[in-house]
C-alpha cells in the first residue's frame, strides 16, 4: 500500500515558478513509477510527467518539455515537479500517481494503482 500526498500548489503569475511536491509512505515506493497528472475544469485528467522507479528514466507531455522537470529522492519517499515558465493554460488540480509498471512509458491513467488528493495550481495572465 502506498499513499501519496502533494503540496507546493498555488497561484502565481504566468512566466512565474512553482514546485510541486510529492510525498509517499510505504517501504516499497521506490519499486514504483511515478507521474503527474493534471485536471482543468471541464476537461479529462491528462498526463503531465512521469519518472521511473530508479529515477533514470523521466517523460513528459509535448506541452511540457523545457518548462518542467520531474525529478525523485527515494531516501525521502518524494517525487518533485518543478514548473518554470507558467502559463494559464498550465492553470489545473496536480495529482501525482504510483505505478507498478515496469514496461513501456506509464503516461497512461489505467496504469497508476494509488493516487493523492492533488494541489491547485492557478496560472494568472
Known amino acids: 500500500q502506498v499513499q501519496l500526498v502533494e503540496s507546493g500548489g498555488g497561484l502565481v503569475q504566468a512566466g512565474g515558478s512553482l514546485r510541486l511536491s510529492c510525498a509517499a509512505s510505504?517501504?516499497?515506493?521506490?519499486?514504483?513509477?511515478v507521474g503527474w497528472f493534471r485536471q482543468a475544469p471541464g476537461k479529462d485528467r491528462e498526463f503531465v510527467a512521469a519518472?521511473?522507479?530508479?529515477?533514470?528514466?523521466?517523460y513528459y507531455t509535448d506541452s511540457v518539455k523545457g518548462r518542467f522537470t520531474i525529478s525523485r529522492d527515494n531516501a525521502k519517499n518524494t517525487v518533485d515537479l518543478q514548473l518554470n515558465s507558467l502559463k494559464p493554460e498550465d492553470t489545473a488540480v496536480y495529482y501525482c500517481?504510483?505505478?507498478?509498471?515496469?514496461?513501456?512509458?506509464?503516461?497512461?491513467?489505467?496504469?497508476?494503482?494509488?493516487w493523492g488528493q492533488g494541489t491547485q495550481v492557478t496560472v494568472s495572465s
Open positions: 500517481a504510483a505505478s507498478s509498471v515496469v514496461a513501456g512509458t506509464p503516461n497512461r491513467i489505467f496504469q497508476y494503482d494509488y
Open positions: 510505504g517501504r516499497t515506493f521506490s519499486r514504483y513509477a
Open positions: 519518472i521511473s522507479w530508479s529515477g533514470g528514466s523521466t
